[in-house]
């Protein structure tokens, strides 16, 4: 069975950093993709970033562009997101999810695990 549980969330002033991570078990987890997805209180569940099975492509969400970077560490089968600058509209449950296939990919439907989501608050 596959588990994908994240941590790291917390509460944070506008401008500064957090590190979610989210760690995989259950499955070969350096052969997927995975990806992170946030929502936000009466608002869809959004993309935000995607890395490859091998770290060699990722993909980011304009809004977070230059700000957060994902990366990966396949011997700990952990996948991290790494959110500077951080902004109140930054504001969200934050979804770690594991692909369908090798490749990134921005759209949902390609990820075929989630995780149960972690709380991040940026306050003002």
């Known amino acids: 069975q596959v588990q994908l549980v994240e941590s790291g969330g917390g509460l944070v002033q506008a401008g500064g950093s957090l590190r979610v991570s989210c760690a995989a078990s259950?499955?070969?987890?350096?052969?997927?993709?995975m990806g992170w997805f946030r929502q936000a209180p009466g608002k869809e569940r959004e993309f935000v970033a995607a890395?490859?099975?091998?770290?060699?492509?990722?993909y980011y969400a304009n809004s977070v562009k230059g700000r957060f970077t994902i990366s990966r560490d396949n011997a700990k089968n952990t996948v991290y997101l790494l959110m500077n600058s951080l902004k109140p509209e930054d504001t969200a449950v934050y979804y770690c999810?594991?692909?369908?296939?090798?490749?990134?990919?921005?759209?949902?439907?390609?990820?075929?695990?989630w995780g149960q989501g972690t709380q991040v608050t940026v306050s003002s």
């Open positions: 259950g499955r070969t987890f350096s052969s997927y993709a």
């Open positions: 999810a594991g692909g369908r296939t090798r490749r990134a990919s921005v759209n949902p439907s390609e990820y075929v695990y």
């Open positions: 890395i490859s099975w091998d770290g060699g492509s990722t």
